[in-house]
T-cell receptor
C-alpha cells in the first residue's frame, strides 16, 4: 500500500521561529490533508490540499502532487502551535486513508 | 453547526470485557470512519460506514466491529478486550464516501484496559 513519511519526527523551536514540516508519499493521491493534534487528542483539520498552495493566517501548505510531497509552513510560531502534525492521504485505490507518523512540534516560550 | 461528538470521552475496562463507543457525525454527513491511535502504531484505520453499510475495513481482528444507524450515528464495539486495545479511538465524518471534501474528527474516546 501507499507509504506516508513525515519529517522531521520531532522539532523544538523558540517562540517566534518559522518551521517547515514535510510529508512524502509513495504513490499518486487524490486527497491530502494536514491535521494538528492538540495535547487533548483533538485532531484539527488544517488544510485539505491535494495540490497547489493554500494559506490560513500564519499557516500555509503546498502540495506538489507530481513529485509526491507536501509541505506545511508555520511562521512566527506560538506556544499554542505545539502538538503533533499529521499528514493523511487518500482514500486511494484501496479506499483507505493513510496517516503519517506525525511531526511532534514543541514551541518554547 | 455542531462538530463530531464522541462518547464517552474516557473509559476504563478490564480484560475480557466488551465496550461500545459512540460517534455522532456532523449534521448532513453520511460517512463515518473509525481510527485507533496508539503510541507504537500511530493512527490506524478501523472501518468506514456509509448509508448504514460497512464500505471499508482495516486490518483488525473480528473482535472489532461497528454499525451505523439510519441517522448516520455510528457505534463501534470491541469484544474480549485485551491490554493492547488501550488506545485513543477517533471517529471522523465526511459528506460522502471516498470524499474529496476532507474529514472532520471528533475529540476521541480514550480507552484504558486494565
Amino acid at each position: 500500500g501507499i507509504q506516508v513519511e513525515q519529517s522531521p519526527p520531532d522539532l523544538i523551536l523558540q517562540e517566534g521561529a518559522n518551521s517547515t514540516l514535510r510529508c512524502n508519499f509513495s504513490d499518486s493521491v487524490n486527497n491530502l490533508q494536514w491535521f494538528h493534534q492538540n495535547p487533548w487528542g483533538q485532531l484539527i483539520n488544517l488544510f485539505y490540499i491535494p495540490s497547489g498552495t493554500k494559506q490560513n493566517g500564519r499557516l500555509s501548505a503546498t502540495t506538489v502532487a507530481t513529485e509526491r510531497y507536501s509541505l506545511l509552513y508555520i511562521s512566527s510560531s506560538q506556544t499554542t502551535d505545539s502538538g503533533v502534525y499529521f499528514c493523511a492521504v487518500g482514500p486511494n485505490r484501496d479506499d483507505k486513508i493513510i496517516f503519517g507518523k506525525g511531526t511532534r512540534l514543541h514551541i518554547l516560550p | 453547526k455542531a462538530g463530531v461528538t464522541q462518547t464517552p470521552r474516557y473509559l476504563i475496562k478490564t480484560r475480557g470485557q466488551q465496550v461500545t463507543l459512540s460517534c455522532s457525525p456532523i449534521s448532513g454527513h453520511r460517512s463515518v470512519s473509525w481510527y485507533q491511535q496508539t503510541p507504537g502504531q500511530g493512527l490506524q484505520f478501523l472501518f468506514e460506514y456509509f448509508s448504514e453499510t460497512q464500505r471499508n475495513k482495516g486490518n483488525f481482528p473480528g473482535r472489532f466491529s461497528g454499525r451505523q444507524f439510519s441517522n448516520s450515528r455510528s457505534e463501534m464495539n470491541v469484544s474480549t478486550l485485551e491490554l493492547g486495545d488501550s488506545a485513543l479511538y477517533l471517529c471522523a465524518s465526511s459528506l460522502v464516501l471516498g470524499t474529496n471534501h476532507g474529514y472532520t474528527f471528533g475529540s476521541g474516546t480514550r480507552l484504558t484496559v486494565v
